[in-house]
Nanobody, 115 residues
Framework: QVHLVESGGGLVQPGGSLRLSCAASRSIFTINAMGWYRQAPGKERELVAR???????NYADSVKGRFTISRDNAKNTVYLQMNSLKPEDTAVYYC?????????WGQGTQVTVSS
């Protein structure tokens, strides 16, 4: 069992920044990939950013150049730095852990970008 706890969401004005954190209950070194997904009202959950145990990353086209995913293995934590936020970034953001056996999801954290 892998427990994931997200934090860092909140209200921010357009152009602002937030950093989301996802703390895992065991070493992320043993997890194949960690990712951030988001879901806005009326939309399906979509991939935002992903990082593998080897450090390879990929991003949704809509966030390239603005968002950065990173990890701190010592803290078992994955981060999503979000810069130049836009109203269309408003969504619930979820942390995802892909193991060899099963996929785990965090509870989600709300990000609202509004003036």
């Amino acid at each position: 069992q892998v427990h994931l706890v997200e934090s860092g969401g909140g209200l921010v004005q357009p152009g602002g920044s937030l950093r989301l954190s996802c703390a895992a209950s065991r070493s992320i070194f043993t997890i194949n990939a960690m990712g951030w997904y988001r879901q806005a009202p009326g939309k399906e959950r979509e991939l935002v950013a992903r990082i593998t145990s080897g450090g390879s990353t990929n991003y949704a086209d809509s966030v390239k150049g603005r968002f950065t995913i990173s990890r701190d293995n010592a803290k078992n934590t994955v981060y999503l730095q979000m810069n130049s936020l836009k109203p269309e970034d408003t969504a619930v953001y979820y942390c995802k852990a892909d193991t060899l056996r099963i996929i785990y999801w965090g509870q989600g954290t709300q990000v609202t970008v509004s003036s």
